[in-house]
């Protein structure tokens, strides 16, 4: 209900000068790092799937109630704007998922759905069966077409096993996250099939941001990347992570995949979640102590490449996206 009320607020009082919400941004970082991974460092950090799953169905509930709001409460229109344009989203953190092996798909298939399916199919289908436990279903109605865009941020994959004693908080669905892979990685190491890892120890696979809009293209909605980005303080990654990317990204649209728009996370360096400013994003460096920004080389490789509209072949040469 408050959260209903402070979206009505904010859409009444900023009304003609948005017309594009989101409701969350990763809502399932709140869930999975909050109730799942203690260890993350999450609020308020315990590990408890009851709680997790009482958490996401709040969620849920949480963003049809804003959505209802929003609707209701902005009834201006950006300026030149035509009438009907305001639309409500959400934006989620799709983590392509990949089985370990061939007997490993139902696996896959399942940790896809309970961390990139479950919500986007409580807003717009209505319910959200998931065996949380065996037999046990979640299940939310009476709230569905409660979206109108979604908003995909794509970083790494992750690769999946079956174990009926996984030591993780998926064990109840014999779900185990293989290490070695997407976000269980050493940092800046090389992952198990041989791609670079970042800062955080996350596997930079580009062809992955195909398959995380192929995910949220499947509701037939517009989508669009909003966020996609490295953490890299040295710049040593990035310029390559920039371009195999957003190539990666051109050839999706040149084959008929559909993306609104792209956002690079991020243009200066950011307090990140629970690492603070010890993970640096920045296409442009921050002092911390001088408050100087500084440009990163990557600063003016992804200014040439929005200034083109196009990965030019001499940086997909140089970086080997030729094939990304």
């Given at each position: 209900?408050?959260?209903?009320?402070?979206?009505?607020?904010?859409?009444?009082?900023?009304?003609?000068?948005?017309?594009?919400?989101?409701?969350?941004?990763?809502?399932?970082?709140?869930?999975?790092?909050?109730?799942?991974?203690?260890?993350?460092?999450?609020?308020?950090?315990?590990?408890?799937?009851?709680?997790?799953?009482?958490?996401?169905?709040?969620?849920?509930?949480?963003?049809?109630?804003?959505?209802?709001?929003?609707?209701?409460?902005?009834?201006?229109?950006?300026?030149?704007?035509?009438?009907?344009?305001?639309?409500?989203?959400?934006?989620?953190?799709?983590?392509?998922?990949?089985?370990?092996?061939?007997?490993?798909?139902?696996?896959?298939?399942?940790?896809?759905?309970?961390?990139?399916?479950?919500?986007?199919?409580?807003?717009?289908?209505?319910?959200?069966?998931?065996?949380?436990?065996?037999?046990?279903?979640?299940?939310?109605?009476?709230?569905?077409?409660k979206l109108d865009w979604i908003g995909v941020n794509y970083y790494t994959r992750a690769v999946a096993r079956a174990s009926e004693s996984a030591p993780s908080p998926f064990e109840n669905l014999g779900v185990y996250l293989a290490p070695g892979y997407g976000s269980l990685c050493s940092p800046n190491s090389e992952s198990r099939d041989g791609y670079p890892c970042s800062d955080f120890g996350w596997e930079i696979y580009p062809r992955g941001i195909a398959e995380a809009l192929d995910i949220a293209s499947s509701y037939g909605l517009p989508t669009m990347?909003?966020?996609?980005?490295?953490?890299?303080?040295?710049?040593?990654?990035?310029?390559?992570?920039?371009?195999?990317?957003?190539?990666?990204?051109?050839?999706?649209?040149?084959?008929?995949?559909?993306?609104?728009?792209?956002?690079?996370?991020?243009?200066?360096?950011?307090?990140?979640?629970?690492?603070?400013?010890?993970?640096?994003?920045?296409?442009?460096?921050?002092?911390?102590?001088?408050?100087?920004?500084?440009?990163?080389?990557?600063?003016?490789?992804?200014?040439?490449?929005?200034?083109?509209?196009?990965?030019?072949?001499?940086?997909?040469?140089?970086?080997?996206?030729?094939?990304?």
């Amino acid at each position: 209900v408050e959260f209903a009320k402070f979206a009505a607020y904010i859409a009444w009082k900023f009304g003609d000068l948005v017309d594009m919400w989101s409701t969350f941004n990763e809502p399932l970082v709140m869930v999975e790092l909050g109730y799942l991974f203690p260890e993350a460092g999450f609020p308020p950090g315990v590990r408890s799937v009851e709680a997790a799953r009482d958490a996401l169905v709040n969620v849920i509930v949480a963003h049809a109630r804003a959505y209802d709001a929003i609707k209701r409460w902005d009834r201006r229109r950006v300026k030149g704007a035509p009438e009907e344009v305001v639309k409500v989203g959400i934006i989620h953190n799709i983590i392509p998922v990949h089985p370990a092996s061939p007997s490993d798909e139902e696996a896959a298939a399942k940790l896809d759905y309970l961390h990139n399916r479950l919500i986007l199919d409580a807003v717009t289908k209505g319910g959200a069966p998931l065996s949380m436990k065996r037999g046990e279903l979640l299940s939310v109605s009476h709230l569905s077409g409660k979206l109108d865009w979604i908003g995909v941020n794509y970083y790494t994959r992750a690769v999946a096993r079956a174990s009926e004693s996984a030591p993780s908080p998926f064990e109840n669905l014999g779900v185990y996250l293989a290490p070695g892979y997407g976000s269980l990685c050493s940092p800046n190491s090389e992952s198990r099939d041989g791609y670079p890892c970042s800062d955080f120890g996350w596997e930079i696979y580009p062809r992955g941001i195909a398959e995380a809009l192929d995910i949220a293209s499947s509701y037939g909605l517009p989508t669009m990347i909003t966020e996609n980005g490295v953490a890299d303080s040295r710049d040593v990654y990035r310029p390559m992570f920039v371009v195999r990317h957003l190539a990666t990204l051109e050839s999706y649209l040149e084959s008929g995949g559909r993306a609104m728009g792209y956002l690079h996370w991020a243009l200066t360096d950011n307090y990140e979640w629970a690492k603070g400013f010890r993970m640096r994003f920045g296409l442009v460096e921050v002092d911390l102590a001088s408050k100087e920004r500084r440009p990163r080389p990557s600063a003016f490789i992804y200014a040439k490449i929005a200034s083109e509209n196009t990965v030019p072949r001499s940086l997909r040469e140089q970086y080997g996206a030729l094939d990304a």
